[in-house]
Structures are given as C-alpha cells and as structure tokens.
C-alpha cells in the first residue's frame, strides 16, 4: 500500500481549493484500513476519509494527518428474490457505474439518482438523492470499519437513521466509520409514476410514455446536463446549501414577506423551501463573490471560477447567508462536510 507525502486536495476535490493533505493512501481492499488506522495512532496522527471529493471542501491550512482514499472495487449479486435482486458493491464504485449496471439488468430504485458525481461508499454519508429517491430507499446494510471499536462491523439500513441528506455519519457517528462496501435490494419492476416534477415534466414534454429504466436514465441525465455545471469544466459541488427546513408556524412571516414562496409540506410539520430560490430573490443568482460564481441556472450551486482560496469561498458565502437572513430570517446551511472538519 502506497502512502504518499504533502499533497494538494484541490486535485482530489471537485471544488479545487485548498491546502495539502501530510499524507494520503488509497485503500483497494477493505484490510488496508485497519493496518493504516494502527499506524496513525501511533504516530497520533488524526484520519479523514474521501472518496471522489464531490462532496468536500477542503480548508487552506490542508489536512495535517492521513487521508484514506476509498477506491475499493467491485459490483456483485449476492441473492435474487421473487421481486428483486439483492447486490453488494465496493465503497470506492462510482456510484454512476453502479446507476448503469442497474439498468442494465433491469433493475429499478436508483435510476433516478443516474449521474450523481462521486463513489458508493460516500452516497449513505449524506443520504444521496435527486428527483424523488434517495439511497435509504433501497439500501439494506453496509459493511465498515469501526475506528471506535477497532472491527468490521455490518450497519443495516435504521441503524444509519436517514433523513434528508443526512445520516449517522454526517452526525453522531462523524468520522468513525469506514464504510467499505454497501449492500442495495432493487425491485424487478419497471419505474412507475407519480415521478417527480421536473421529471415528469420532461417525459411529457419529450412524448415519453414506455417508462423504460434507460429511459429515466436517459431523462434525469439531460435534465441534469442541462441545469447542473460539469465539475470538471466548471469546479464545483453541486448543491452547496442544503433546502432550508422551517416549522409550520414560520411560514406566514415568510409568506409576508413574498407571497409567491414555494414550499412542500414535509408531512411532519415542517416545510421545505428551495434554498436556490432564497438566493435568487436575494438579488444573487449568477453574480460573481470573491471568485465564486452563483450559477446562472440554479442558485444553490457555487462554482469556483477564479476564487485562489478557501478564504475567498467562506467570504462569498458569508454573503450570500447573511443576505438571506436580512431578508428572510432564514439561517441556510452548506451540504458539502468541510476537512479539516
Ligand atoms: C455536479 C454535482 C452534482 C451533484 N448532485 C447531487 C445530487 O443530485 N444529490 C446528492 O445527494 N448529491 C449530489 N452531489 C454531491 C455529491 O455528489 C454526493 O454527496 C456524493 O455522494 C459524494 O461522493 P464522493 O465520493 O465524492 O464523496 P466525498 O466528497 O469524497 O466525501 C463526502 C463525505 O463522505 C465521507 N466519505 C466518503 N467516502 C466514505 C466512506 N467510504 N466511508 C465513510 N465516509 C466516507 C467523507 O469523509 C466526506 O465527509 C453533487 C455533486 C456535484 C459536484
């Protein structure tokens, strides 16, 4: 197993910024990470885990530790059932790869989540999801080391405590596990509406009726295509806040405020607002702050276009947090996990 020295993240991180990791090692098999662990703790050193860096920001002061990078291989069908095929696949699979060799067998739950950036084993962290599914939907377990227990443990899917875009991992179990493979059951049935909006609009729109697995694929990825920047032309990670979750009794202010406010009710007393939205009102949608540019398209989504620095993000989304909260009084947050966190 190689370790190498004193590397920049920013050519690991689709956000391209930030300072050197002391070390970094890839993982190809999940026996690498205990032998890696031991020798970290006895040089005291901390450890981070990542995986494509779709999802993390990296600081200017780089990591002064080791970072693991998962590239464990491998999808597998380890069981078919009357309905559904059961299949296990390595932490470090592109999850877009696995999306393709669903649909390829015909194999429904994920499609919609078609051309998410990243690996397997990051897609549970923060509960992926995109135009109505969201991993915890199909996954059944996953296997990790556990850095407190010092062992391989098997998590099943409640133990992760899913919600939306997060989960133990992002919460109270942060940096404690290396998950390591992933295990998803997928129904032998063909996707059947209601699809999400945006989705079906698209169906409609393109005479779309045979609702083939390909054919959702096909859609969700020109939908994307159109609305999403290719991180590796425009260095960016997709959504950079998070929906902003207010309670029932929040909405009239903010109603007060612009009428025309979207909102879906979470069903649990809670309202989702579209964060992209708060921006665009705000006056900032497609502006340039410090580097990062607010997308032309879709508001949540900051690109770095010519920020030299992790200084020049915080200072743009200090801006635009404050310019929301002034309006709205609203406090929205990042979805990408920060290193050092
Ligand atoms: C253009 C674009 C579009 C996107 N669209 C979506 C979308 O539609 N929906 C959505 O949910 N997300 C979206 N994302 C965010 C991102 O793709 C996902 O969060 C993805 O799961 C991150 O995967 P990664 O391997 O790059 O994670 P990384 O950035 O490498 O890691 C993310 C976090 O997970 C932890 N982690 C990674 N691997 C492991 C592991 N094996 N074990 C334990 N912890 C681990 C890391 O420590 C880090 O805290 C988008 C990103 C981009 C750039």
């Known amino acids: 197993m190689d370790i190498h020295t004193n590397i920049p993240l920013k050519n690991y991180t689709t956000m391209k910024l930030g300072g050197n ?40 002061e780089g990591y002064d530790g080791i970072v693991l990078r998962i590239r464990i291989p491998g999808i597998t069908t380890i069981s078919e059932e009357l309905n559904s095929v059961t299949i296990k696949i390595g932490a470090g699979e592109l999850w877009d790869n696995v999306v393709a060799y669903a649909v390829d067998l015909r194999l429904s739950g994920i499609e919609a989540m078609s051309a998410i950036p990243g690996t397997a084993g990051a897609a549970p962290v923060q509960n992926v999801g995109a135009y109505g599914q969201e991993i915890a939907d199909t996954l059944v377990s996953l296997e990790a080391y556990d850095t407190e227990a010092r062992t391989f443990v098997t998590l099943m899917n409640e133990d992760c405590r899913f919600s939306y875009r997060n989960s133990i991992f992002r919460d109270d179990a942060k940096g404690r596990y290396v998950i390591t493979s992933i295990t998803l059951q997928l129904s032998k049935n063909l996707p059947s509406p209601p699809f999400y909006d945006a989705l079906q609009r698209y169906l409609d729109e393109h005479n779309i009726t045979a609702y083939t697995h390909q054919a959702i694929r096909d859609a969700v990825i020109a939908i994307r295509k159109d609305k999403l920047p290719d991180p590796t032309e425009r260095p960016n990670t997709g959504s950079f806040f998070k929906n902003a979750i207010i309670e029932s009794w929040q909405l009239p202010d903010i109603q007060a405020i612009d009428p025309d406010v979207p909102y879906y009710d979470m069903g649990d007393g809670r309202y989702k607002i579209p964060t992209g939205w708060l ?29 030299g620095s992790y200084a020049d993000l915080a200072e743009a989304r200090e801006e635009i947090t404050t310019a929301v909260r002034a309006m709205f009084r609203i406090e929205i947050s990042q979805e990408p996990l920060e290193l050092p966190s």
């Open 21 to 60: 990791a002391r070390f970094i090692a890839d993982i190809l098999k999940p026996e690498d990470v205990p032998p890696l662990l031991d020798k970290a703790s006895q040089q005291s050193l901390p450890v981070a885990i990542l995986g494509g860096g779709s999802n993390t920001i990296v600081r200017d």
């Open 279 to 307: 921006i665009e009102k705000v006056g900032l949608k497609g502006k340039l702050l410090h580097g990062m540019r607010v997308h032309e398209k879709n508001a949540l989504v900051l690109i770095n276009e010519s920020a």
